[in-house]
């Protein structure tokens, strides 16, 4: 009689498997799965330049990268983990792989393809990054991948659910150019929304962020302002005026379905220290580039900037806990928690 019972139950909870769970070939997924699909630049890479043919400023696959966490460099720009890897966590993911690693295949979970020193426009350090349109590329290859693997119906709905993070543009300001536009910053808002053919495809719900002050960079700090500066912060502060409202008319006149997180990095930083460690604005981390000394802190936790330009972890998780939770003068309407939950 016990083993009767114990049978039934078994059969039971094994229903209930089948009806929380899409199983196709030796992929099995959660009824709501939720996945995570990261575009951008060294804020969000976690090491796709690894993969691309190179040079060492477009790349953190050296000492000191990666100390505080990894224990070894991974190709992100920090001593630890980074946003992304901060909101996988949160959303209960795994930490979601850079889409060129050859070794990663759990697409269903997600995929990074984030470049540093990318841009929104072709032209942003063109021939050493991944440029904002040829992510997109590798996306639609995804795409076909998943439709393979899943089917049409299960792959759409995969797409549907999942949720997609950017952080671009910030290279497109501070890159040289050779024409001085005022319309620029447009040109910028432009290509930042090649996002609508992710919309295309399925996708519904969207990860922004204003860019960051660009006078608070250490390596910016470590100069002086000369008119180059000057002319990138003031179009930093217009886009971040513009992108807000360029988003309300996407969700309210275009995009049908559309919905979007805006995480406002200034006034997220408002009050947090903008020191970097002792080897100050130059750019030197890891030995690898011009300037071959540096100088590691003791402690990057207790800094915002881990080298010239980028975070530290403990700044990339205040950075994250912002965007997953953060009250609507920091978001907007959603945060990226309320959009995993929609």
């Known amino acids: ?75 992100r720009f920090s001593d630890g983990r980074i946003i992304p890897d901060f909101i996988a966590e949160y959303a209960k993911l795994p930490l979601i792989s850079p889409y060129l690693n050859p070794a990663y295949r759990q697409y269903a979970d997600g995929a990074n393809f984030a470049s540093a020193g990318a841009g929104a426009l072709v032209g942003t350090h063109r021939g050493f990054v991944v440029d904002l349109q040829a992510q997109l590329s590798y996306f639609k290859n995804l795409i ?28 497109d300001y501070l890159a040289p150019f050779a024409t001085n536009s005022n319309a620029r910053y447009l040109l910028i808002l432009i290509a930042y929304f090649r996002a609508k053919e992710i919309h295309k ?13 660009v006078g608070s960079l250490p390596s910016r700090r470590a100069v002086n302002h000369g008119a180059a500066t000057e002319e990138a912060i003031a179009r930093v502060i217009l886009h971040n005026k513009v992108l807000p409202k360029v988003l309300v008319k996407l969700e309210r006149k275009q995009l049908k379905g559309f919905r979007y997180s805006m995480a406002n990095m200034v006034q997220g930083r408002e009050d947090r220290m903008l020191w970097n460690c002792p080897y100050r604005g130059i750019n030197s981390c890891g030995g690898r580039r011009s300037v071959k000394e540096y100088e590691l802190c003791d402690d990057p936790k207790e800094y915002v900037f881990f080298d010239s330009a980028h975070p530290s972890q403990t700044a990339h998780e205040q950075l994250a806990k912002l965007t997953w939770s953060g009250t609507p003068i920091h978001t907007g309407t959603y945060n990226l928690k309320a959009l995993f939950q929609l």
């Open 1 to 75: 009689m016990a083993g009767l019972r114990f049978h039934s139950r078994f059969l039971v909870l094994c229903a209930i498997l089948l009806i929380l769970t899409r199983c196709h070939g030796q992929l099995c997924l959660p009824e709501k799965h939720i996945a995570l699909f990261v575009f951008g630049d060294s804020l969000y890479d976690v090491g796709n330049n690894n993969y691309i043919n190179t040079n060492s400023d477009y790349r953190s696959n050296v000492w000191p990268y990666g100390e505080t966490t990894f224990k070894y460099p991974t190709g």
């Open 144 to 171: 076909g991948m998943l439709r393979r693997k899943l089917g049409d119906t299960d792959a759409r709905a995969l797409l549907g659910r999942a949720v997609y993070l950017f952080s671009i543009g910030i290279n």
């Open 201 to 213: 495809n399925g996708g519904r719900k969207f990860g922004f962020q204003s860019l960051p002050p």
